[in-house]
């Protein structure tokens, strides 16, 4: 009998210090949790939602300007100066942050910078490329 009552003293005290244990760490990532808020939580993922879909866009208009559906730059100038400034507002919502966050942005927003300088090249080779082919049939359609 007395060996049974150890077996169930030590199994109940087994129960209780795993639920001091398991209520301590609950309350630790209570804790924690709450020092993230919740609006700029969704700011910062509707930021990069936003991100996506704009990145999606710019692709979508240079393949409907290479196939030449659109002729004008007016949208793809839109989408990318709205994606360029997302890096930035990314950056005002955080309290303080860390090193790998600056730097992702940071790459983040060089990135941007690259793609705007190759989209930049892309419409000046395009157009030069236009303006050619129009003089070509130009010179071909006038009488010598």
């Known amino acids: 009998m007395n060996k049974a009552m150890?077996?169930?003293?030590?199994?109940?005290?087994?129960?209780?210090?795993l639920l001091i244990v398991s209520c301590?760490?609950?309350a630790f990532l209570y804790s924690k949790g709450q020092g993230v808020s919740q609006l700029k939580h969704e700011k910062v993922l509707q930021y990069h939602a936003d991100w996506h879909y704009l990145t999606s866009k710019v692709?979508?208009?240079?393949?409907?300007t290479r196939a030449g559906l659109v002729l004008n730059y007016d949208e793809l100038n839109t989408y990318s100066r709205k994606s360029s400034r997302l890096s930035k507002l990314y950056l005002r919502e955080v309290d303080s942050p860390s090193q790998a966050m600056i730097y992702a942005l940071s790459s983040l927003d060089a990135l941007f910078v690259l793609k705007n300088k190759m989209l930049e090249q892309y419409k000046t080779k395009l157009s030069i490329f236009?303006?050619?082919?129009?003089?070509?049939?130009?010179?071909?359609?006038?009488?010598h």
């Open 6 to 17: 150890r077996i169930f003293s030590t199994c109940k005290c087994k129960s209780i210090f």
């Open 24 to 26: 301590v760490v609950i």
């Open 130 to 143: 236009r303006n050619s082919a129009n003089y070509f049939l130009y010179l071909n359609q006038s009488p």
């Open 59 to 64: 692709s979508q208009e240079l393949l409907e």
